[in-house]
């Protein structure tokens, strides 16, 4: 089977604009070449999640459940990869917002998140919804740093491999990183 690495970008990119045209059969073709992708994003979030004892779903149940989002979804336009990626760690984030909002309505008490390498400036752990609702808010100011949050914490990825999603330098990226982060922090407190 192929997968994103052995196919131009071009490829995925035509498979989204047919998807996007209405053809439900590209997400069929598309899935297949993203879904190793899509497993890793789904992993490296897991990764954190689990560090605090809440791993209730695997990264496959992940992924299947972004894919039943996703066919659920008749007309969608994406702009490129980057751009699908995006709209992958937000339907990500917004399964693990609701998974965790059940929880929190059963047990009655935050869930608190570890960062790591990607904390919120003076923080190593949050509380998820918080950070929910803060990133909501940045959104709203400022969709591009948003954007970054979600793919450095949601999805993990490095400051290049935003930057060449996002198609921004590194330095770009560090910067909206940085605010973004301290903003969030304030936010939270």
Request: hydrophobic fraction near 40%; avoid cysteine.
């Amino acid at each position: 089977m192929a997968d994103e690495e052995s196919l131009p970008k071009e490829a995925i990119t035509e498979l989204l604009r047919k998807w996007g045209g209405g053809e439900s059969a590209a997400l069929r073709d598309l899935i297949p070449l993203v879904y190793q992708e899509l497993h890793r994003l789904a992993r490296v979030y897991l990764h954190r999640e689990s560090n605090h004892g809440h791993g209730t779903i695997s990264a496959t149940e992940l992924v299947n459940e972004l894919y039943l989002k996703l066919t659920e979804v008749s007309r969608i336009e994406f702009q490129n990869r980057a751009h699908f990626y995006g709209a992958a760690a937000s339907i990500i984030r917004r399964i693990l917002v609701d998974r965790s909002r059940a929880r929190r309505a059963l047990k009655r008490s935050g869930e608190v998140m570890p960062l790591g390498d990607t904390a919120i400036i003076g923080s190593a752990e949050i509380d998820y919804l918080d950070l929910h609702s803060a990133l909501e808010r940045l959104e709203s100011l400022d969709p591009r740093k948003a954007r970054v949050v979600e793919l450095r914490y949601f999805a993990g990825l490095s400051i290049e491999g935003v930057g060449e999603l996002m198609e921004l330098s590194p330095m770009t990226v560090k910067r909206e990183w940085n605010f973004a982060r301290t903003w969030l922090y304030e936010q939270m407190q």
